[in-house]
């Protein structure tokens, strides 16, 4: 694996970017890179996101990676996950964002209405601490972000408008967005591209052009009329 890892790197750096002959090239690269052992996976329900993200980030910075002992592969999918992980905390990070106005009314103990800027001008308000904010904070958020999970889950699987199992490449419609995400975002473990391609015999470029520029929009459109906001 070293030895095509290395051959495959060195055509890639071949060809000057942008070029036809280094895109194909990339392709191959990616298409091998994608079924290593070892490259992160989250939970998250927008990690397809961040991994599309580390596979165009690599793409690019492909020249620069530089192989360490004890193998072109670990020192690669190391390379790769460093990134990724990144891209997967950004994720957190964007749900954990939040303001609090203290203009907003809410009730007080004795069911008045007022303001957050004017319990807190009370002399007997006792504040929470921000410890506590933070974790009353993040029991909503994760409320919030398991129930969009779970109505994203819904929709993939019964697909009642049909976008999902209507969208499929040209000569494999069994391989439908549907079954590729059921496939690589519900089952447990996730099966991998290469897996699909093999089992349904498409190729595995032609599969994953497919995830990449149908299905991952899709399912991104599906997660936002649902209520999702990256």
Request: proline content about 7%; glycine content about 4%; aromatic content about 8%.
């Amino acid at each position: 694996m070293d030895e095509q890892l290395r051959n495959l790197i060195d055509e890639v750096c071949r060809y000057s970017d942008p070029s036809p002959e280094r895109q194909k090239a990339l392709n191959r690269l990616l298409v091998v890179i994608q079924q290593l052992p070892g490259i992160y996976r989250s939970s998250h329900q927008d990690y397809p996101q961040a991994l599309n993200q580390t596979w165009e980030w690599a793409s690019r910075k492909i020249g620069e990676f530089e192989p360490r002992p004890p193998s072109v592969q670990q020192s690669l999918v190391t390379w790769i996950n460093g990134y990724l992980k990144w891209r997967i905390r950004d994720l957190y990070t964007k749900e954990n964002q939040y303001s609090i106005s203290l203009d907003r009314p809410i009730s007080s103990n004795e069911g008045d209405q007022i303001t957050l800027l004017e319990q807190l001008s009370d002399p007997q308000f006792t504040a929470p601490t921000l410890d506590l904010l933070e974790i009353q904070i993040a029991q909503i958020q994760e409320a919030e972000h398991h129930r969009l999970g779970q109505q994203v889950r819904q929709y993939i699987e019964k697909d009642t408008t049909r976008k999902l199992t209507g969208c499929h490449p040209r000569k494999h419609p069994e391989c439908n967005c549907q079954l590729l995400a059921k496939r690589l975002l519900l089952q447990e473990p996730p099966q991998r591209i290469a897996d699909v391609a093999k089992e349904f015999n498409v190729s595995n470029q032609t599969l994953y052009s497919h995830w990449k520029k149908n299905c991952l929009p899709l399912l991104q459109d599906i997660g936002r009329n649902l209520g999702y906001q990256p």
